[in-house]
């Protein structure tokens, strides 16, 4: 993601803005992050939103349309939806994207509601009990790919979770 990040600002023409990214993640990993940027990418504008004294309103929009990368927590994209809905932002990252796996949550909604010209998950883990959390990263990324959820839940969930069907598992894993 950093050397994407770094490639698309370096063959910008002089002057073009690429956009701001935003990335979510755990509040553990936030620090992390951070430090990863600022080290292996000195030149990217980094802001942390994250506690009581973030920006907000107009400060938060001005310091946004500078920046290169926006690091913040799930809470707070559900927390500040609102205003992180007033960006348009170039891309979307979501690390440890397990956590929008339940679709009607009031965060895997708020997340969706994003507007983004990219989005992109990252996850070690797309399934952990049901292939519904497949469904629902692959939304947030390309929406409408597998079709809505009820209608995935019918062509691939219950074939393979219930029936353990090979056909449908394998047209699932080839798209």
């Known amino acids: ?46 802001n942390v939103h ?38 348009e932002w170039r891309r979307v990252v979501l690390d440890e994207a397990q956590h929008i796996k339940n679709p009607p949550t009031k965060q895997t909604a708020a997340i969706r509601s994003l507007r983004s010209k990219f989005r992109i998950a990252l996850t070690g883990t797309p399934v952990e009990n049901r292939l519904t959390e497949l469904w629902s990263i692959m939304e947030f990324c390309c929406p409408g790919y597998l079709g809505s959820q009820g209608d995935f839940r019918k062509r691939f969930a219950l074939p393979v979770e219930r029936h353990r069907d090979k056909r449908q598992a394998e047209r699932l894993r080839q798209l």
């Open 1 to 46: 993601l950093i050397a994407l990040l770094q490639s698309e600002r370096q063959v910008a023409t002089e002057g073009d803005r690429v956009g701001p990214t935003l990335l979510v993640a755990p509040m553990s990993v936030l620090g992390n992050w951070h430090r990863e940027l600022t080290r292996f990418a000195p030149e990217l504008t980094v």
């Open 50 to 87: 994250h506690g009581l004294e973030r920006p907000q309103g107009d400060r938060f929009l001005h310091l946004t349309s500078r920046a290169d990368v926006v690091v913040t927590t799930y809470a707070l994209v559900t927390r500040d939806k609102d205003l992180l809905q007033q960006v």
